[in-house]
């Protein structure tokens, strides 16, 4: 096992990440940008190494600055968390040639799945479905027409590049296409410097479930069963769940086999997700995979009760998985609300200094958070500023104690969506589980506020 890691993050997946190491033993570097002081993760850490200025470009993107520290802090492996640098599979080389652990997968399956067009090709040899498209690239607007044709309208153009909805392109007619096109391949260059693109049939309401997935260096992969991610406004997650309430059992199963073989295919190593998107008919195609620990996590790490961070630390030791798939139950249900510092319905940021925090507490109830009474959210990074998770017997409980959780939920000082929470956590729909990823961008226009 390692004595020392450094933690390539901030916030409360930095938090998050320090903790597992204290409970392992294990010593910890946070860097820090010059916003980021007085931050949770900087004075949680053993060590803190000050890594530049305040904007991300020049501090937690800055790998420069980040293998300086490492150096610096003689850590043995480096976590990147999720965001900033967790999927940048030249950081994982360079940390790799540098002499260090990556605490991901190896950079080979990050290019793989990082480049849609190549994981989709991928997915299709390993059996996985796909969704019906382009079989890879599109290089032009007249062979657009053609495949769009075949696989009818609406469709969806998608950069190769891209991911987590940036870089896309919705198109109902033909009439739309070219201009579509065009405008998905330019962005595409300008955004990610490939101009490479791809097209599938656009599903018009279906629900985001994904499949949590868990590699060692010895060939042993396992699922962690599903999460359902669809309560998304501007491809930013609101609150999410596992299981799904959509997914039954048959289906669960038949999902999760093809999670496995997603991940097989890429002889995937550490904690990844595979997502896929289920139409009304319980049919799913496979879209992306994120290779990295995700924010929803710790829903998936209470209805399984495997601590995922801690076992992306000791597989990246080398340490072998200590259960098989046939020991890893699911127990319950657990939700997760997403804390931001943003307007509850507008979702304009609202840093500043937290006058007062009180976090709920009590019976299955976790708080993952980054912030303290007198914590500057500062304006220079992502809006979330922690999660609250809570867990009981089934769906209907776990959301009654989330609403009391939420209830004495106290953030006083700067804005948040704790509003938003309490609103949709009531909503009939939302109660009954009859949604999809469009339902929280409708409910809103509709709501009067
Ligand atoms: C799609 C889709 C429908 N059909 N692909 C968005 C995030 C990225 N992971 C993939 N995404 C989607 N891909 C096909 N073939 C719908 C989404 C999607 C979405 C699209 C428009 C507006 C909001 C959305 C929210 C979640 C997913």
Redesign the pocket.
């Known amino acids: 096992m390692f004595n020392k890691i450094l933690i390539a993050n901030r916030g409360e997946i930095a938090v998050r990440i320090i903790r597992c190491c204290k409970e392992l033993g294990i010593g910890s570097v946070a860097v820090y940008s010059e916003a980021d002081r007085e931050a949770m993760h900087t004075r949680l850490a053993d060590e803190a190494v000050c890594i530049g200025p305040a904007a991300s470009a020049q501090s937690y993107l800055n790998i420069a600055a980040v293998m300086s520290a490492a150096e610096l802090t003689d850590v043995q492996a480096i976590h990147p968390g999720y965001g900033f640098l967790a999927e940048n599979a030249e950081f994982a080389d360079i940390v790799i040639e540098s002499g260090y652990t990556w605490i991901g997968p190896s950079p080979e399956s990050m290019r793989t799945m990082g480049d849609k067009v190549t994981a989709k090709q991928k997915m299709k040899e390993a059996g996985v479905p796909l969704?019906p498209?382009s079989a890879g690239a599109v290089h032009d607007a007249e062979e657009a027409k053609h495949i769009a044709r075949e696989a009818g309208f609406p469709v969806?153009i998608?950069a190769s590049a891209g991911?987590?909805?940036r870089g896309?392109q919705?198109v109902h007619s033909e009439g739309a296409l070219p201009g579509a096109f065009n405008k998905c391949q330019s962005e595409a260059a300008a955004a990610f410097g490939d101009d490479t693109v791809f097209i599938?049939?656009?599903?018009e309401e279906?629900r985001?479930i994904e499949v949590q997935v868990l590699g060692d260096t010895h060939g042993n992969l396992v699922h962690l069963f599903e999460r359902e991610c669809s309560m998304?406004r501007n491809?930013q997650k609101v609150l999410e769940e596992a299981p799904s309430p959509f997914v039954d059992a048959k289906t669960r199963q038949i999902l999760c086999e093809a999670g496995v073989a997603a991940a097989s295919a890429v002889n995937y190593v550490g904690a990844g997700t595979i997502?896929f998107?289920m139409n009304p008919d319980k049919s799913f195609?496979f879209?992306?995979m994120n290779t990295r620990i995700q924010v929803e996590h710790p829903v998936t790490e209470w209805i399984t009760g495997v601590d995922l961070v801690e076992w992306q630390v000791r597989v990246a030791a080398g340490e072998k998985l200590a259960f098989t798939q046939e020991k890893i139950k699911k127990k319950g249900h657990a939700i997760e609300c997403r804390i931001n510092a943003e307007h509850p319905f507008k979702f304009t940021p609202s840093p500043g200094t937290i006058a007062l925090y009180h976090a709920p507490g009590g019976r299955s109830v976790r708080v993952d958070a980054a912030i303290y009474t007198g914590y500057q959210v500062p304006p220079h990074y992502d809006s979330m500023i922690g999660k609250i998770i809570t867990h009981a017997r089934d769906r209907q409980k776990c959301i009654r104690r989330m609403q009391r959780a939420i209830d004495e939920l106290a953030i006083i000082g700067i804005t948040t969506n704790r509003e938003l929470h309490e609103r949709l956590l009531a909503n009939a729909a939302f109660q009954k589980g009859d949604f999809n990823?469009?339902f929280l961008?409708n409910w809103l226009k509709q709501m009067h506020l």
């Open positions: 969704v498209g969806i998608k991911g987590g909805g896309m919705v599938e049939k656009f599903l279906p985001h998304q491809n997502e998107l195609y879209i992306e990823i469009h961008e």
